[in-house]
């Protein structure tokens, strides 16, 4: 296939304020911290899912990890509603494509299997996503905060043989504000597996992008895509610069409240792709408007090209 995805870095910097955005489940839903450090942490599956809901609610394309089909159960042979495991999901997207007879070409017709991999372990299906992020750090140092507030409901409880009706209560545990530098890679070997095309990676830009800005529940409201930096490799290239998140830094790190306190540097990140220009076929970069401040220095980058936000829809 001509237009398979070519091998690439991704940097994703997002910011959050006054916002839960990766809870742990198993901590009460709390804010996931590494306590000696002081920095937040999110987890690659919460960037996973950003895409995916993005792409689930906003585009008409195929998911196997759905949300409305998990949540609604699965049908047996008997009609008995069951929870929906792996395999009975892809039973379910068998019926929708009864025309292809190739297993994997069924599986992938759902996008995220092209892009992040997935599984059907009875019918044998194991395949490492072209896709991949790792846990991110918060660039600078934050806190969790525990505050409680009333709920939309009331309880009912007796005193003296009548009822009592008495507001609910809940905890919500938030940061004040971090930025976070996600970073993701797009392998050559996992692209040819998966036949992960380009236009699928155009959507999983627009999904980190416009998912991350369109989180809008109670506990995600606040987050907003900040600067998303994609290297593309030659397609004869087998060099990778790797983590780059590593090379960006704040020169100001405790007490941030807002972007615009924030001061990056990323000298080390433009010196370094530049060390690798010979490898690299282009760097395409997304800037925030509050990040177009940083732009003479990305200017810096050879074989650079600047993506405005709204031309991501004219991409595909």
């Not at 916002?19 to 920095?39: H, L, Q, V, Y």
């Not at 996973?48 to 809901?53: A, E, I, L």
């Not at 809008?216 to 290239?237: A, C, E, F, V």
Request: with cysteine; hydrophobic share 35%; proline share 2%.
């Amino acid at each position: 296939m001509t237009n398979l995805a070519k091998e690439s870095e991704i940097l994703f910097i997002w910011d959050t304020r006054l916002s839960n955005p990766n809870g742990d489940m198993m901590s009460d839903n709390a804010n996931r911290f590494d306590e000696i450090d002081e920095k937040a942490i999110i987890s690659d599956v919460r960037v996973k899912r950003t895409v995916r809901d993005y792409i689930q609610y906003h585009k008409n394309i195929d998911i196997f990890v759905n949300n409305d089909a998990i949540l609604a159960g699965y049908k047996d042979e008997k009609g008995k509603i069951k929870s929906v495991t792996a395999e009975n999901r892809f039973n379910q997207i068998k019926e929708q494509f009864k025309d292809i007879k190739n297993e994997k070409d069924i599986f992938l017709n759902c996008i995220d299997n092209r892009l992040f991999g997935g599984v059907a372990p009875k019918s044998g299906l194991q395949l490492i996503g072209a896709v991949q992020f790792s846990w991110t750090k918060s660039l600078n140092k934050t806190e969790t905060i525990l505050s409680q507030g009333t709920g939309a409901f009331a309880t009912e409880s007796k005193k003296d043989g009548e009822a009592k009706f008495t507001k609910t209560f809940r905890v919500d545990n938030y940061i004040p504000y971090a930025i976070f530098p996600t970073y993701g890679t797009i392998n050559r070997a996992n692209v040819s597996n998966c036949k992960t095309t380009k236009k699928d990676i155009d959507e999983l830009i627009e999904g980190l992008w416009f998912g991350t800005k369109k989180l809008n529940t109670h506990t995600k409201m606040g987050q907003k895509p900040r600067l998303l930096l994609q290297i593309i490799y030659n397609d004869d290239s087998n060099y990778f610069i790797g983590l780059l998140d590593e090379l960006v830094t704040l020169k100001n790190s405790d007490e941030i409240r807002s972007l615009d306190e924030a001061e990056f540097d990323f000298s080390e990140l433009i010196k370094v792709i530049n060390s690798a220009e010979s490898f690299i076929d282009k760097v395409q970069v997304i800037l925030d408007n509050k990040m177009e401040k940083y732009k003479n220095e990305f200017n810096k980058i050879k074989k650079i090209e600047f993506i405005e936000e709204t031309k991501l829809f004219n991409q595909k």
